[in-house]
């Protein structure tokens, strides 16, 4: 035991006490071959007649290494904080206080690091080796390293908040943060995400349940989940809530950095990526709402339940449902079905602001195929389309959403010039069992026997040809081949 300063009072009797100012000094263990080095304004040392070592240091820091029995030259385990006060006490537990200061703590063993700072920093370390950090409105960090030199990151665990609560044991770590942010990095598990929320519990490679005011980014999947409560599978890379959700998918093109939150600085989750510039727009691939479901954030894939709603902006759509399911980015498959409707528009401005709708599409079900860019419809699908003004329905409906182009088969009903009137004179019914609607050449074409209707008269035809642009109906009768038009 060495120390230097402006004085020294050591006293000894059943316990041993020792007062230093404005000083330095160290205590070697060669029993553990442990050092603890120690500066501050005052620094107490007390050793009872239990053996029960306790530091108490005054604007100064503490520093513990723990050294390879066979070499000093080799560290095993590093212990340093600075701050306001320290207060250190060791018997078979180990029980460290810390004020308005930080910290680190090294393990050369399996290559870690973990940073701390806050007002009050309480660690604590029971005879089985399980360490308890507990940190008041701060931080800290956890890195894991390739090599001893502590350069190359391989994972790394960082949060800040109100209240942290970080419990080590048997290479398992559980954590608590009140009203904090954080970040999960791991090259292993190809894990890269940050969030932040009122409560947020996490179990390493395992669970993270975030609640109140929850906001997830994956940085890989380039996916933002925001909702009430939500729970990170960080090995699964799935997200699950059984309350409402929200989720934001871009495109490859999308970059975001995290270097902020490193330096300390929550993510501003609304204004990074909901409240975009226009000129962002083009990045988002898909905003998706549901009261329940599951997603993983690296592919996409999920399942989705009750009060759905899907806009898929590459292709104009807005899609309501209480059941769908997407295959992920690879198949790029969506699923809907249960109370279905479909929302068309004509351009990102109006499907983002709910305006000029084009067009309503209705059925039991749906399959996207997003790489296709084709949609089937089962079970009587149904289009209101507001801009020509006219309802069809039929058993199939096959579409191109590329083109715009619209296949109806079997049972197939047209009302042109739709009106809540029914006594509008000049509605026309037409039924037949197969008909293509090419919504840019804003024709509606009927192969085979089709029926017309047009106030009380009712022609079988062969072939009919609906032009919105000329608002004429040509068709050709069954035993007539010539091509006779009415107006509309």
Same mark, same amino acid.
């Given at each position: 035991?060495?120390s230097?300063?402006?004085?020294?009072?050591?006293?000894?009797g059943?316990d041993?006490?020792?007062?230093?100012k404005?000083?330095?000094?160290?205590?070697?263990?060669n029993?553990?071959?442990?050092?603890i080095y120690f500066?501050?304004?005052t620094v107490?040392?007390?050793?009872?007649?239990?053996?029960?070592?306790t *530091?108490?240091?005054?604007?100064?820091?503490?520093?513990?290494k723990?050294?390879?029995?066979?070499s000093?030259?080799?560290i095993?385990t590093e212990f340093?904080s600075k701050?306001?006060?320290?207060?250190?006490?060791?018997?078979?537990?180990?029980?460290?206080?810390?004020?308005?200061?930080?910290?680190?703590?090294?393990?050369?063993?399996?290559?870690?690091?973990?940073?701390f700072?806050?007002?009050t920093?309480?660690?604590?370390e029971?005879?089985?080796?399980?360490?308890?950090?507990?940190?008041n409105?701060?931080?800290?960090?956890?890195?894991?390293?390739?090599n001893?030199?502590?350069?190359?990151?391989?994972?790394?665990f960082?949060?800040?908040?109100?209240g #942290?609560t970080?419990?080590?044991?048997? %290479?398992?770590?559980?954590?608590?943060?009140?009203?904090g942010?954080?970040?999960?990095?791991?090259?292993?598990?190809?894990?890269?995400?940050?969030?932040?929320? %009122?409560?947020?519990?996490? #179990?390493e490679?395992? +669970?993270?349940?975030?609640?109140?005011n929850?906001?997830i980014y994956?940085l890989?999947?380039k996916?933002?989940?925001?909702?009430d409560?939500?729970?990170y599978?960080?090995?699964?890379?799935?997200?699950?809530?059984?309350?409402q959700?929200?989720i934001?998918?871009?495109?490859?093109?999308?970059?975001y950095?995290?270097?902020?939150?490193l330096?300390?600085?929550?993510?501003?989750?609304?204004k990074d990526?909901?409240?975009?510039?226009s000129?962002n727009?083009?990045?988002?691939?898909n905003?998706?709402?549901a009261?329940?479901?599951?997603?993983?954030t690296?592919?996409?894939s999920?399942?989705?339940?009750?009060k759905i709603?899907?806009?898929d *902006?590459?292709?104009?759509?807005m899609?309501?449902?209480?059941?769908?399911?997407?295959?992920g980015k690879d198949?790029?498959?969506?699923?809907?079905?249960k109370?279905?409707?479909?929302?068309?528009?004509n351009s990102?401005?109006?499907?983002?602001?709910?305006?000029?709708?084009?067009? #309503?599409i209705?059925?039991?079900?749906?399959?996207?195929?997003?790489?296709?860019?084709?949609?089937?419809?089962?079970?009587?699908?149904?289009?209101k389309?507001?801009?020509e003004?006219?309802?069809?329905?039929?058993?199939?409906?096959?579409?191109?959403?590329?083109?715009k182009v619209?296949?109806f088969?079997?049972?197939i009903k047209?009302?042109?010039?739709?009106?809540?009137?029914k +006594?509008?004179e000049?509605?026309?019914?037409?039924l037949?069992? *197969?008909?293509?609607y090419?919504?840019?050449?804003?024709i #509606?074409t009927?192969?085979?026997p089709?029926?017309?209707?047009?106030?009380?008269?009712?022609l *079988?035809v062969l072939?009919?040809?609906?032009?919105?642009n000329?608002?004429?109906?040509?068709?050709?009768?069954i035993k007539?081949?010539?091509?006779?038009?009415?107006?509309?």
């Amino acid at each position: 035991f060495y120390s230097k300063g402006d004085s020294i009072d050591y006293r000894q009797g059943n316990d041993e006490n020792y007062t230093l100012k404005n000083g330095e000094g160290y205590f070697k263990d060669n029993k553990e071959n442990s050092y603890i080095y120690f500066t501050g304004e005052t620094v107490n040392f007390i050793k009872n007649k239990n053996e029960q070592t306790t *530091y108490k240091i005054n604007k100064g820091f503490f520093n513990q290494k723990k050294f390879n029995f066979d070499s000093e030259d080799k560290i095993l385990t590093e212990f340093y904080s600075k701050g306001d006060s320290i207060k250190y006490s060791q018997l078979k537990d180990k029980t460290y206080i810390l004020r308005n200061g930080d910290g680190y703590y090294k393990d050369y063993g399996d290559n870690s690091y973990l940073y701390f700072n806050g007002e009050t920093v309480t660690f604590t370390e029971d005879s089985n080796k399980k360490t308890t950090y507990k940190i008041n409105k701060g931080y800290f960090d956890q890195k894991k390293y390739s090599n001893t030199n502590f350069e190359n990151i391989i994972s790394e665990f960082y949060s800040k908040g109100d209240g #942290i609560t970080l419990v080590k044991y048997n %290479n398992n770590n559980t954590f608590n943060c009140k009203n904090g942010f954080g970040y999960l990095y791991d090259s292993n598990e190809n894990n890269n995400v940050i969030f932040s929320g %009122n409560t947020i519990n996490y #179990i390493e490679k395992g +669970e993270t349940k975030i609640s109140g005011n929850a906001h997830i980014y994956d940085l890989i999947g380039k996916t933002y989940v925001k909702g009430d409560e939500l729970i990170y599978y960080d090995d699964k890379k799935i997200i699950t809530s059984n309350k409402q959700f929200f989720i934001r998918q871009f495109d490859d093109n999308f970059n975001y950095s995290n270097q902020d939150i490193l330096k300390g600085i929550k993510p501003e989750f609304e204004k990074d990526f909901l409240n975009l510039p226009s000129d962002n727009f083009k990045f988002i691939v898909n905003d998706i709402s549901a009261l329940k479901g599951k997603m993983n954030t690296e592919d996409g894939s999920s399942i989705l339940e009750k009060k759905i709603n899907i806009i898929d *902006y590459q292709n104009l759509i807005m899609i309501n449902s209480d059941y769908a399911t997407y295959s992920g980015k690879d198949e790029q498959t969506y699923k809907a079905e249960k109370n279905l409707t479909i929302y068309q528009y004509n351009s990102i401005d109006n499907i983002r602001n709910n305006k000029q709708l084009e067009s #309503i599409i209705q059925s039991d079900k749906v399959i996207v195929y997003k790489k296709d860019n084709l949609a089937y419809f089962e079970g009587e699908p149904k289009i209101k389309n507001f801009k020509e003004n006219f309802y069809i329905q039929s058993d199939l409906l096959e579409a191109h959403l590329d083109t715009k182009v619209y296949v109806f088969k079997d049972n197939i009903k047209l009302l042109v010039n739709t009106s809540e009137n029914k +006594e509008l004179e000049n509605q026309i019914y037409i039924l037949g069992q *197969y008909a293509v609607y090419d919504s840019e050449k804003k024709i #509606i074409t009927f192969s085979g026997p089709s029926i017309l209707y047009q106030k009380n008269i009712e022609l *079988y035809v062969l072939e009919i040809f609906v032009d919105f642009n000329q608002k004429t109906i040509n068709f050709k009768g069954i035993k007539d081949s010539k091509i006779k038009s009415i107006k509309f």
